[in-house]
């Protein structure tokens, strides 16, 4: 058993730092990212330009449709690094590229056409909704329904907290098509066109992060049958399999990335700031808070990238995503939280990306899956398996 990165995953890793500290961390002075929308272009095209320079551009895009085809430990490593930075968007950070959420690469060749090499080209952008007013962590009791009429399907319901629905072309529906079947095959997953007759934006959400999701109202929208994405009552199981990624990349890898940085700076303001006669650095109540968060940090770094090589094997790894999730989400939490106490006022200032930080990973333990769901799941699937 060999616990360090391949070479070429440990140079990767090398080449992003650089990345972040020279071009990403500077930026944290000039530019933090509060509010809901891309980052302003002026910034994000010299970065992503960079970006592609190092061969940094649609990290999961197979290479047949020009992406850089990386697994899941690859990329995992690029946003441990990269989330170092508070300078980005927290979610639908577009550094490397067009957001493409894999359940598009189920297209078949027209839809592909139509949807996929549109969006990879940045022509066209699409946001996710699953989510309503009333089934949030459990999606199967969505209410939306879409019934075919002849070549089409009528869609009627209500999405809510859906992440850039006003600045998308496109939403990725989840709706039921069979109110019986529901999560074992009632669900379908439509590319429905926002400018549809029926499609209203009705309002948003403004949050503590500063993104606003979007709540959607679709009444009596008519969507061609040639727009369902995979099969007819197969959306859920894409669903489920994207977001399960996103678990272990964006609420996995993420926070390993963001305790680090909060590590690195309680560290180093301990060393410097004296009270008392002596630096912070020489207190064992501080030291304690140094050493829980190494070795937190440590043990879920372990978590994340196991877990990522084994989804790169073809393993399923559903429990394991739960509790890389669950772990990732809290010990980022933990150690944000500290940092911010060792810098004492100064941590509470917007002149530090610690606030910044303790509001964007105060949200992951509610997204994706909130923490107490996925403990109860991955409790069940422990308790079925074992006799
Ligand atoms: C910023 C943001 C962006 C989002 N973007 C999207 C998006 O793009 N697309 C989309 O479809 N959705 C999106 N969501 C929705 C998100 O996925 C849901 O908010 C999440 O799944 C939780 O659902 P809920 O808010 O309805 O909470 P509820 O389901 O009402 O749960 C409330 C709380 O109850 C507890 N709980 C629930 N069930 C159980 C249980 N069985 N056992 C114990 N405790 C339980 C948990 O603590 C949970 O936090 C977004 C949400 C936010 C905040």
């Known amino acids: 058993m060999d616990f360090n990165l391949p070479e070429e995953m440990q140079l990767l890793k090398d080449t992003v730092r650089r990345f972040v500290d020279k071009e990403l961390i500077p930026l944290e002075h000039e530019y933090r990212h509060d509010s809901e929308g891309p980052m302003p272009e002026r910034l994000l095209k010299p970065l992503q330009e960079k970006a592609k320079a190092m061969g940094l551009w649609m990290l999961d895009v197979p290479s047949e449709y020009g992406g850089?085809?990386?697994?899941l430990l690859p990329r995992c490593i690029i946003h441990e690094?990269?989330?170092?930075?508070?300078?980005?968007?927290?979610?639908?950070?577009?550094?490397?590229?067009?957001e493409v959420r894999p359940v598009l690469f189920h297209c078949n060749e027209e839809q592909k056409e139509r949807f996929l090499k549109p969006v990879l080209r940045g022509e066209i952008r699409f946001c996710f909704a699953q989510t309503e007013p009333d089934a949030g962590s459990d999606p199967a009791a969505m209410r939306t329904r879409a019934v075919r009429d002849g070549d089409s399907f009528i869609v009627n319901g209500t999405k809510r907290f859906i992440t850039a629905a006003g600045r998308s072309d496109y939403v990725q529906l989840m709706a039921l098509t069979d109110p019986v079947k529901r999560a074992r095959g009632g669900i379908t997953c439509f590319a429905v066109d926002l400018k549809s007759p029926g499609v209203v934006l009705e309002r948003n959400w403004p949050t503590m992060m500063g993104e606003a999701p979007w709540q959607i109202l679709f009444d009596n929208v008519r969507v061609p049958a040639a727009n369902v994405i995979g099969e007819v009552g197969g959306g859920f199981l894409l669903a489920q399999k994207?977001?399960?990624?996103?678990?272990?990349?964006?609420?996995?890898?993420?926070?390993?990335g963001i305790a680090q940085r909060a590590l690195d700076m309680m560290i180093e303001y301990s060393k410097i700031r004296v009270t008392f006669g002596r630096p912070l650095a020489d207190r064992q109540a501080i030291q304690f808070m140094i050493a829980d968060s190494a070795m937190e940090l440590h043990a879920t770094r372990l978590m994340v990238y196991e877990c990522a090589w084994r989804q790169d094997q073809g393993e399923d790894v559903?429990?394991?995503?739960?509790?890389?999730?669950?772990?990732?989400?809290e010990m980022a939490s933990r150690v944000v939280d500290r940092a911010i106490q060792v810098h004492g006022g100064l941590g509470l200032m917007k002149e530090l990306p610690l606030e910044w930080w303790y509001r964007q990973i105060r949200s992951t333990?509610?997204?994706?899956?909130?923490n107490e769901v996925l403990r109860w799941r991955l409790a069940q699937n422990l308790i079925r398996a074992h006799n």
Do not use: C, D, Q
């Open 68 to 71: 850089a085809g990386l697994g």
């Open 81 to 98: 690094e990269v989330a170092r930075a508070a300078s980005l968007p927290f979610r639908g950070l577009e550094l490397f590229g067009p």
């Open 242 to 256: 994207w977001i399960s990624e996103g678990r272990i990349r964006g609420h996995g890898a993420r926070p390993v």
């Open 318 to 329: 559903r429990n394991l995503s739960y509790m890389v999730k669950v772990t990732a989400t």
């Open 365 to 370: 333990r509610i997204t994706e899956g909130a």
